[in-house]
């Protein structure tokens, strides 16, 4: 018996809707909601609205797509967070009505462990345990990984995520949202070495990104108050110095953490590992430390529901399900 799973993400702002079946992604359907430009970033009550008009027109493309009817379904997964709870509603109660109406079970996903069950999509496929670290707009974690639903955080952020230092420089900078990509592709034209900001060394295997945010912040006040055009002049230097120490930041704790674990498989996920300079890095470290490396493709980098998908595929396979009166959970800890 073929086992069919629809998923549904909208934990932020992409509307994702994907079926798996027997283990396959079939499709990822994905509409980005570009309503959030003109603001600077996302604002929440009009993710839940634009959550709400794109739901169904990618649900139902995921399922025309597959070649699976709604009958043949076996199971209706969603994500119950952590996210914006307007939006996560959205997607819960959507779930919730669909399911009930076809009589199939209900799997509750985790949008974190779902990052890391991402590296079980395609081929080359990471061995138990593996260090996973985690980098997104709201998370940074190191992950230890020692099974498909068997993980324990042993790393995380004191304060802001990654995502949102590189986020909040380029609001600083001037660059449109989402400007942590423009960051990356400025950057790859700078010198990482022109200007110098602090790397926090914090405790043990934790991180701490507000301290950078702040550096930036003085540091243009003041090159700015000396030369208006300081920044037009010198952006490619400016990103390429900002990702340098976000990324030194990352890899200092990163090493630690494979160094206490004695664990040389290594992976990253969520949408910061989408960043050129940190996967170069990667590289290059795993050189240096006989590291096995794994990294999502692009399209399974950022929020998506294929992500989504296979992690309710180990979920049914264990026969963990929900009932229907799961609600969702902006803070939802791994």
């Known amino acids: 018996m073929n086992v069919n799973i629809l998923a549904i ?3 932020c702002d992409e509307t994702s809707a994907s079926v798996i079946s027997n283990g396959k992604i079939l499709n990822n359907i994905v509409a980005t909601q570009s309503v959030h430009e003109k603001y600077g970033g996302v604002v929440p009550e009009l993710a839940s609205r634009a959550h709400q ?109 990654v995502g949102e230092a590189f986020d909040k420089t380029a609001k600083l900078l001037g660059l449109p949202y989402p400007g942590g990509p423009l960051i990356d592709q400025y950057a790859k034209d700078g010198n990482s070495k022109a200007f110098q900001f602090p790397i926090s060394n914090m405790p043990d295997l934790t991180f701490s990104f507000s ?33 340098y120490t976000l990324i030194q930041t990352l890899m200092q704790k990163l090493k630690k953490a494979a160094k206490q674990y004695k664990i040389k498989n290594i992976a990253i996920a969520g949408g910061v590992s989408a960043n050129s300079g940190l996967r170069k890095e990667l590289e290059t ?50």
């Open 9 to 11: 993400e909208s934990s």
């Open 53 to 161: 008009q794109h739901l169904i027109p990618v649900v139902h493309e995921a399922i025309e797509s597959s070649g699976i009817s709604k009958k043949e379904l076996s199971a209706i997964a969603f994500t119950k967070g952590p996210g914006l709870m307007g939006s996560l509603m959205v997607g819960v109660s959507f779930a919730k009505s669909f399911a009930f109406a076809l009589g199939v079970p209900l799997i509750d996903i985790n949008h974190m462990e779902a990052h890391i069950l991402a590296h079980f999509i395609d081929e080359p496929k990471p061995e138990f345990p593996f260090i996973c670290l985690t980098v997104s707009g709201g998370h940074t974690q190191l992950v230890l990984v020692k099974d498909y639903l068997d993980m324990q955080v042993i790393g995380e952020t004191m304060d802001d995520a």
């Open 211 to 243: 301290g950078i945010k702040t550096a930036v912040l003085y540091f243009l006040r003041d090159n700015l108050k000396e030369n208006p055009q300081f920044v037009e002049h010198n952006l490619a230097d400016i990103c390429a110095s900002v990702q």
């Open 285 to 334: 470290l795993a050189k240096e430390f006989k590291w096995n490396v794994f990294v999502p493709k692009f399209e399974y980098c950022t929020d998506n529901a294929a992500m989504i998908a296979m992690a309710a595929h180990f979920k049914y396979q264990n026969g963990q399900f929900c009932g229907l009166d799961v609600s969702p959970e902006a803070r939802m800890k791994i």
